[in-house]
């Protein structure tokens, strides 16, 4: 008998946390957006902070676990958690500055892009990709060409804000494919803490050799920077996560795509920002075209064998 036949039926709570789990992510863009602060300086602060609120609890629960990470066989799990950050640091690197430079619609749907790049990279890794997967890649890329070339013939900055945040996609894609290597035998707290401790550190690192400065903004900015931490970073994942008791992760994965319009229209009212009509066409079938690979995806894992289907972690990374 299926998984799903033992979930439980959906009930107010759990509909709830799904609401609010998509206004929280949805809220990541135009936060950053709305910040009086270099993209670079809110990434680290953003990572730094929520490592220093899991640092001890995970430290206090998982000791032991730390430190098996540090000897014999364990190094090699130690090691993909510090990829993980280093890929989480070169995404946050490159989408965030992306939401400054672009709009806050076209930043969050070619962001969500990450799925795309998860099924090319299970494609490398030498695993079949469904009809359906492909289908789906090929709507995004028309989409995302689309987009972008609506946002070059307008405006330069938003064109190089579109095509970082294509790239974040991509390190998002790497990201999840190392986590989910790591998160085969270690904890979730014990990951995200590593992971997002030394993905502080290189963005400290970068902001330093850069000069991009840390201090001196303003409360607002601080505020912004406090609700990336509670509502994105934490409340947002911790949400999709519990609601995964009563819906399927395929349900999941396509109502994490929800953020792009939730984002959208965030900076609609906030913001007093709209998306150029030109691209509305194009983000419409990129976000279908991700859809079409999560979902060709997912029911590709129904079916044997198990290789040919594209990772289980395709839903795009919460930002």
Known sequence: MSSAAHRPPLDPVTTGALVLAVAAVSSSAPLIAFAAAPALAVAFWRNMLSAAVLGPFSLARRRAEFRALTVGAGRREGLFCVLSGVALAAHFATWMPSAQLTSVAAATALGATQPVWQGLI?????????????????????????ATGADFAVSGRAFAGDLLAIVGGMFAAVYSALGER?????????????CYGVCAL?????????????????????????????????????M????????????????ILL?????????????DQLPRPLALPGL????????????GGRAARRVPPVSTAVPADTAPLRD
Not at 182 to 194: D, E, L, N, Q
């Open 122 to 146: 299970a494609r490398a890794q030498g695993r079949r990709l469904p009809v359906a997967v492909w289908a789906g890649v090929g709507v995004a890329v028309v989409g995302a060409v689309l």
């Open 182 to 194: 790591a998160r085969a035998t270690i904890s979730t707290a014990t990951y995200t803490t590593i």
């Open 202 to 238: 290189l963005l400290l690192v970068v902001c330093l050799v850069g000069r991009v400065p840390l201090t001196g903004f303003d409360a607002g900015t601080w505020a912004a920077v406090l609700a990336l931490v509670v509502g994105a970073q934490l409340l947002g994942h911790s």
């Open 240 to 255: 999709f996560n519990y609601a995964l008791r009563r819906v399927s992760a395929v349900t999941i994965s396509v109502l």
């Open 259 to 271: 953020e792009a319009p939730g984002a959208a229209l965030i900076g609609w009212v906030w913001l």
């Open 284 to 295: 419409a079938l990129l976000l279908a075209g991700v859809a079409v690979v999560v979902l």
